[in-house]
Antibody
């Protein structure tokens, strides 16, 4: 059974660095073809893909946020970590981690999401 | 970036109705389109991929069609569990943009 769960702070101040952790089970990120992404959803708005890490440690970022994002993995702990620097109130959103399906860049398993509010 | 436009933004329907949601891409995406269902406070759930392939475990009342720039999601007979927001997502380009969503509410 595949599960993913996000964890991290609920409240972050502007200009701070946000660190989110995705802990998953039911698959291994050392298995060829496995990929995990971070996706966010501002309140009342559409979903937005942020970053992806692959089984071979390839990393991909949303172009507009590339300078602020870092994604990494700890295969032994079944975790993927996303850091976002210099946060702003517009970064307030529910952040999801999701497994990318074998069928392509779609997401077949998602975490429950974690709401992050950026406010002073 | 490829833009995805869904219509309508809100749809009022009754149980048993046939419901159709449209998603248009700003350029051709072939059949690289997925549909998700999201309920309040929950993560999205994959329903359909490659425009018309039903994800395992998804009821057959859901179907998808289209190619190029115009796509539809159809629910053949709306059930109480189907009241939710539906999103399309293109995966022709790496950014994998989502539509703005269509909320299906009770009439």
């Amino acid at each position: 059974q595949v599960t993913l769960k996000e964890s991290g702070p609920a409240l972050v101040k502007p200009t701070q660095t946000l660190t989110l952790t995705c802990t998953f089970s039911g698959f291994s990120l050392s298995t060829s073809g496995m990929r995990v992404s971070w996706i966010r959803q501002p309140p009342g708005k559409a979903l937005e893909w942020l970053a992806r890490i692959d089984w071979d440690d390839d990393k991909f970022y949303r172009t507009s946020l590339k300078t602020r994002l870092t994604i990494s993995k700890d295969t032994s702990k079944n975790q993927v970590v996303l850091t976002m620097t210099n946060v702003d109130p517009v970064d307030t959103a529910t952040y999801y981690c999701a497994r990318e399906a074998v069928a392509g860049r779609i997401f077949d398993y998602w975490g429950q999401g974690t709401l992050v509010t950026v406010s002073s | 970036d490829i833009q995805m436009t869904q219509s309508p933004s809100t749809l009022s329907a009754s149980v048993g109705d046939r419901v159709t949601i449209t998603c248009r891409a700003s350029q051709s995406i072939s059949s690289w389109l997925a549909w998700y269902q999201q309920k309040p406070g929950k993560a999205p759930k994959l329903l359909i991929y490659k425009a018309s392939s039903l994800e395992s475990g998804v009821p057959s009342r859901f179907s998808g069609s289209g190619s190029g720039t115009e796509f539809t999601l159809t629910i053949s007979s709306l059930q109480p569990d189907d009241f939710a927001t539906y999103y399309c997502q293109q995966y022709h380009s790496f950014s994998g943009t989502f539509g703005q969503g269509t909320k299906v509410e009770i009439k």
